[in-house]
């Protein structure tokens, strides 16, 4: 039921691939370590030369905390939890929850083109909320995915039961298709889809795939109110999938 999405997927990264090799020169022009806040300039957000290959695993938080963002990061992109979207995101989600403590969670999966890869992603995201739930049972969560990650992050729901799922207030997928791909819980799942994204539907260049970080867009802001929303028990709309098209309208 979900092939259309992972075939959209599978060309996004086709395309990708392709075209990374012109673009990767630009990837130094933003340092999301600095400052995750700051954005790309217009059309300067790329993934690096390397695309396809694993790249490093960020660090895995430790303890408890009382809301955790699963980030699962796109095919080899850059930054501890994605420079295009889990940097940015959370650091947002951070500022507009000032005294709560939240965190960003890496899944630790290599992100490569290796057909092991998003599966294996799927597992770690289980294993993390059970180990989460065991040793901190008040943990709520947040799970994101971006592209490679947003199958991650599909594939993760569709095969959880109601006590793994019970803590997740909100799930937010990055062009990767329509929300409905999270099983039970498309109902607070929010799908970005930037104009372009090929792997939103099948047509589009490609490009705006890697958009959601560029200088004027709002991909991320309006995210981050959905998911504090959520964390404070705000009814999320839960009328089936969200598709955001338009990257300055409302949510
Ligand atoms: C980004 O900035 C950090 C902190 O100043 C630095 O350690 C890191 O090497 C920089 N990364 C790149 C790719 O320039
Ligand atoms: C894919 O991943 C598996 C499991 O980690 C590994 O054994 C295999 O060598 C990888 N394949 C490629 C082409 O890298
Ligand atoms: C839900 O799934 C988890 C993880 O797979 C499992 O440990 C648990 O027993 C399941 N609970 C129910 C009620 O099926
Ligand atoms: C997902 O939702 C969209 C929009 O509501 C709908 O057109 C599509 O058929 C749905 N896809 C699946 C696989 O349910």
Redesign the pocket.
Same mark, same amino acid.
């Given at each position: 039921m979900h092939r259309t999405i992972l075939i959209s997927l599978a060309t996004a990264t086709t395309f990708l691939q392709a075209n990374a090799q012109a673009k990767c020169s630009k990837v130094a022009d933003v340092n999301t370590t600095v400052n995750p806040l700051v954005p790309f300039r217009p059309n300067t957000a790329t993934f690096p030369c390397d695309m396809g290959i694993p790249i490093p695993l960020g660090k895995v938080p430790t303890g408890c905390a009382k809301f955790e963002i699963i980030v699962a990061r796109g095919t080899s992109e850059p930054g501890d939890l994605g420079m295009i979207v889990g940097d940015p995101l959370v650091a947002r989600v951070k500022r507009d929850m000032p005294g709560v403590d939240v965190r960003g969670y890496p899944v630790q999966y290599?992100a *490569?083109?290796? !057909? !092991?890869?998003a599966p *294996?992603g799927a597992q770690d995201v289980q294993n993390r909320l059970i180990a989460q739930m065991k040793e901190c049972p008040d943990e709520k969560f947040a799970l994101v995915g971006y592209s490679q990650g947003g199958r991650v992050v599909s594939m993760a729901t569709n095969r959880m039961n109601a006590t793994l799922s019970k803590n997740i207030l909100a799930v937010v997928l990055y062009g990767a298709g329509l929300g409905n791909a999270t099983g039970s819980l498309s109902g607070i799942t929010l799908a970005n889809c930037a104009p372009g994204d090929i792997a939103c539907s099948d047509s589009g260049t490609g490009a705006g795939h890697v958009s959601y970080n560029n200088e004027g867009t709002v991909w991320h802001d309006r995210t981050s109110q959905y998911i504090v929303a959520a964390f404070n028990g705000k009814p999320v709309e839960q009328k089936g999938p969200k598709l955001v098209r338009n990257p300055t309208g409302g949510l």
């Open positions: 290599p *490569s083109r290796n !057909t !092991t890869s *294996s």
